[in-house]
């Protein structure tokens, strides 16, 4: 979104970009040493240990529920005045040419290191690049792309058949449902030999339940109807949904917090990560309520905003493998835990960066250009029929 869009929220992008850093955080200083089948800990060749730090750093995966509410608020905003073709050209050139240019990066970190065989890793790489919403990926964080692409999917669907005051009953819906398949999860793990509890287990692993939103539709909700009371009319009732699905998300985030605590053998509450996401949320909050304020931040400032928001998409997708990579080559020369981390860090971010300015804004334009004389050469046909 522009600057100087009426609707625009600066604070949204800083807050974005901690998120993705928070995700970046976890999997570098905690998965990679935690899980070690996980891909961060394949890339780094199980050289990264990291055990001494702060736990904080296990529980920086909340940021990808950060980002569902976010794009449940961006993407509200943004289809609520445009058109089923530019709704779609905007959310393709956004999400498509980013995700080319990072998973061939990543293609590039396994060759290098090699670690894997090139044809599994060039099947990878052609499922990420044409958005197959089912695994392998080249990096396992493409998951949360076909969650997205599901999202947005609905709301193109509302936008294209001029239905979007649907969107509230629509989204409030899809949330409950979610809301409450993790209110019976969590009564079904009060007693965990039960047949309930095998049948919620087997829902929470499904991939199809991912992609019908049943797992996170509540944060997409959140985002959505947070876009309504701040930027449109508060109501009573949306004041009660909300809290609704934000508990429903904290019970999703207690069972993550649970699973993930589970597959590395490690007990801890799952209370921190709940905490911070909440605080996530009054934040969020905090910035949309006071967006004029800090609109009339100085232009450089705001500038610095945006840019750091264009960074996070490359910033999440680059910094799991090609940034577990960097560290075990680092770790791998003799560096230090703590110094070869921040390297990698800021590696990872001047990375993303570059991408953010070069390639990326290049392939959007093209493939905004592309698009869009597909969709006018489309229109004249039907025209003229």
């Not at 990066?105 to 990420?128: C, E, F, M, N, Q």
């Not at 990926?137 to 005051?165: C, N, P, Q």
Request: hydrophobic share 55%; net charge positive.
């Amino acid at each position: 979104m522009k600057v100087n869009n009426p609707e625009y929220v600066p604070g949204l992008d800083l807050l974005r970009f901690g998120a993705a850093f928070a995700v970046m955080l976890y999997h570098l200083a905690f998965w990679s040493w935690a899980f070690p089948a996980g891909q961060v800990a394949l890339a780094s060749k199980g050289l990264a240990d990291f055990r001494d730090w702060p736990l904080i750093t296990a529980v920086g995966w909340i940021g990808v529920q950060i980002f569902f509410v976010i794009s449940g608020f961006v993407i509200a905003t943004s289809a609520a005045h445009s058109s089923a073709s530019r709704f779609f050209i905007s959310r393709f050139t956004r999400l498509a040419p980013a995700a080319w240019v990072c998973a061939t990066i990543t293609l590039l970190a396994w060759l290098l290191i090699d670690v894997g065989t090139p044809s599994s890793h060039l099947r990878a790489y052609v499922k990420s690049i044409a958005f197959v919403p089912v695994p392998a990926w080249i990096d396992s964080v493409y998951w949360t792309l076909g969650v997205e692409i599901a999202f947005y999917a609905l709301v193109l669907a509302l936008v294209a058949y001029k239905r979007m005051h649907w969107l509230k009953p629509v989204i409030c819906t899809i949330g409950l449902v979610s809301s409450l398949f993790w209110f019976g999860y969590g009564y079904a793990a009060t007693d965990r030999e039960s047949a309930l509890f095998e049948w919620f287990s087997a829902l929470q692993w499904s991939r199809l339940a991912q992609l019908t939103l049943l797992h996170h539709g509540m944060f997409f909700a959140i985002g959505v109807l947070l876009w309504m009371q701040l930027m449109r009319k508060s109501t009573l009732g949306q004041t009660i949904w909300l809290l609704l699905f934000i508990v429903g998300g904290c019970m999703q985030i207690s069972a993550d917090a649970n699973l993930k605590f589970e597959k590395t053998g490690l007990m801890a509450s799952p209370l921190l990560a709940c905490t911070l996401w909440l605080s996530a949320m009054l934040l969020l909050f905090w910035m949309v309520h006071n967006n004029d304020r800090i609109r009339a931040l100085p232009e450089r400032v705001l500038r610095t905003l945006r840019r750091l928001g264009l960074v996070t998409y490359p910033l999440y997708l680059l910094h799991n493998v090609t940034g577990g990579a960097v560290l075990g080559t680092l770790l791998g020369s003799g560096l230090g835990s703590t110094d070869a981390l921040l390297l990698t860090i800021a590696a990872i971010i001047a990375l993303s960066w570059w991408v953010s300015v070069q390639p990326e804004p290049a392939l959007q334009k093209a493939t905004r250009n592309t698009l869009t004389s597909l969709m006018n050469r489309w229109n004249l046909v039907r025209t003229d029929q």
